[in-house]
């Protein structure tokens, strides 16, 4: 079966982390991060 | 790394003095809202990723948007914003990771609230904490023989060993079965399964900047950024608006304005320090010495950026300590995103909150501790703290305008204002010798960082979700 370029390149970019003992990528995939504030941390 | 779907939300604009440190906006993209660039630039780096971004407040954001994310990472710039994203995050039951950083240093705090059933914390550690503590709480009489048997370890020290094992450890052992055996459902929701929210840490909100702008403009500048901000309101009176501080000619105008408020305040201090009758007396010299002073005490003339730092509250803040504050979050949201998702692969920092200080490349953890009284996740409900800035001849009536400012709009004629303390009614609508909105809060021998309360009467005892403001003054 062929595989898509697109699943190829993708596949290719998260090579590296699918090594660390654990890590799912289809989770990665799935998952969702809200993001609130995208300038600066500060605290005061 | 292939996030699924990242929602970024800000309200804020792209300004000048962003490019230096916030890596995903270039020159040109002054004025365009920071969320749409930074979902632009990220999307460029990874076309992969599905973004959505929100140029909107995070508390008018629509709950659904929350409740569609696994993680929420707080990446915020004032402690209201943190404080009202605490309560969302507690209120959906969504990890969240908070990050801050000033100058040098920064911190980064993981809040899981109660309910979200994840599992942050070590179960053999904590039975041992309990057991701890439960040996410091028995008493005498419910466990003589462990009380003598210690009294006798301190007598027959080379027999220590031989006398634990034998009548110690039983007990220690029996304690621990104990509290093994009820762990699970007495212990491990509040142990195991949540982590102190944001609020627990920040009992009492620092008071608001407006609340300082408006103490600042009912009297006298008395410092140099008192003289910004004047500046700022006889620039709206000369020229019709408020100055866009992301044009040069206006900062400049305005820095004219400062100026000038700045001279006539080292007027006022050689004034009030060298009165004329004693000017007479003082040589050249010693006149040129005094306003040397006076110069170093309330600092040189302006300069072109200190105006937008003055008047923005702006504090020292650098790329490097921020990418390894936002590093460390990212880690963290990770674990989490796994860990909502059924998936270990490693547990969340702990204890949930590490300080990180640039100067000496240090990191500590520090050991928080979840309030029992705080007002976002603890048991005391409908209260609220509230600090705010009042000026030093404010009286009883301005603690409304400034509890107003400070965004809780109370009528005046259905709130009491006592002392905790002593009782003491300071304002009560339904009793005019108690109604006089003039008096002095030094007449009724307010100082500063006392605390009074406010509470409702009547039709807003029944409305307000608020039944006491526990309010701390500060007298500028």
Known sequence: ???????????RMYARQQLIDGWDQDIINEGCIIIIGVGALRIL | MGIGKLIL?????????????QMLFRPGDEGRPKAEVAAERLKEMNPYLDIDFFFEKLQ???????????????ALDNFNARLDLNKICLRMKKPMVE??????????????????GLRYKNKK????NLVEARLWEITDTEYPDYYRAQREIELLEEEIERIKNARINPIVNKIHREIELVFDWKYAPELLDQTPCYRCLVPIPPADDKLVAACTLKGLPRNRNHCVIKAEVEFEKKYGHKPDLN???????????????????????FDENVPLEERDSLTKEQIEDWKKNIRETFGSDYKFEEIENILGNKIAAIQTVSSVIASVQSQEALKLLFRVNGRNIGAPMDPPYVNYNGIYGQFDHL?????????????????ENVQIVVPFDANVGYIFEAMEISGHVLDSELWMITDPMTKEI????????LKDPDVKLTSLKIKSNDIITLSPLGKALAESEIKKFNVVIAFM
């Open chain 2, 426 to 433: 300071y304002w009560n609508p339904y009793m005019p010798s």
């Open chain 1, 1 to 11: 079966m062929t595989e898509k370029i697109e699943d190829v390149v993708k596949a």
């Open chain 2, 60 to 74: 008018k954001l629509p709950m659904s948007v929350y409740e569609e994310s696994d993680v929420v990472v707080a």
């Open chain 2, 99 to 116: 990050g801050g950083t000033v100058g040098f240093e920064g911190h980064v705090q993981i809040v899981i609230p109660e309910g979200t």
């Open chain 2, 367 to 383: 050991n928080i501790l979840k309030s029992d009284d705080c007002l976002a996740c603890g048991k005391i409900e409908g209260e």
């Open chain 2, 247 to 269: 044009l040069n000619d206006e900062v400049l105008k305005l820095k004219e304005i400062a100026q000038i408020e700045l001279e006539k305040l080292r007027e006022r201090v």
């Open chain 2, 125 to 128: 550690n904590e039975i041992e």
């Open chain 2, 9 to 21: 939300v800000d309200l804020d604009t792209i300004e000048t003095s962003n490019l230096s440190r």
